[in-house]
């Protein structure tokens, strides 16, 4: 099972990124997908997670009403599409899968076994 997070890149305040997380080896809509983020300093934290069980969506309230997260199940794909960037949104970006699926928990409390090797977006002001 491989999972991999692209799309970052250098953007400017209030610009937007597309970032993806393509799988191999599973089938991403069976799984609870969770993108997480860590900053340099400080620790890996949740941002935005899509059920397996019925495709509902969870978000950290840093990031509610700009990001938004979708999956494209013919590409075996999901999605965090980020609006409105600011500097504080800088950092390395991963996705992760929990292969038990179903809800996205609170707190991002899911048991995500499979990790992407990050991607780093940086927000310039």
């Known amino acids: 099972v491989q999972l991999q997070a692209y799309g970052g890149g250098l953007v400017q305040t209030g610009g937007s990124l597309r970032l993806s997380c393509a799988a191999s080896g599973i089938t991403l809509n069976y799984e609870t997908i969770g993108w997480f983020r860590q900053a340099p300093g400080k620790e890996r934290g949740g941002i935005s997670c899509?059920?397996?069980?019925?495709?509902?969506?969870y978000y950290a309230e840093s990031v509610k009403g700009r990001f938004t997260i979708s999956r494209d199940n013919a590409k075996n794909t999901v999605y965090l599409q980020m609006n409105s960037l600011k500097p504080e949104d800088t950092a390395v970006y991963y996705c992760a899968a929990d292969t038990y699926g179903g809800w996205c928990l609170e707190y991002f409390d899911n048991e995500y076994d499979y990790w992407g090797q990050g991607t780093q977006v940086t927000v310039s002001s």
């Open positions: 899509i059920s397996s069980s019925d495709g509902s969506t």
